[in-house]
């Protein structure tokens, strides 16, 4: 999954785009804060798996 999919998918549940810094969408939930790598390539399965349980999506 790319980085621009994931701040979709987080958008649709709820979290707010905060800021961008540079390549990175900095996303806000209530008190959480997520940091997503917006690259052009997809994102490591293990960070994805972090990002999604982190989140509450998985």
Excluded: A, F, Y
């Amino acid at each position: 999954m790319k980085g621009k999919d994931l701040v979709k998918v987080l958008l649709k549940n709820g979290w707010v785009l905060d800021r961008i810094h540079g390549s990175h969408h900095i996303m806000k939930k209530d008190n959480q804060t997520e940091i997503i790598p917006v690259h052009n390539t997809d994102i490591p399965t293990g960070l994805l798996n972090k990002i999604l349980k982190r989140t509450g999506l998985k």
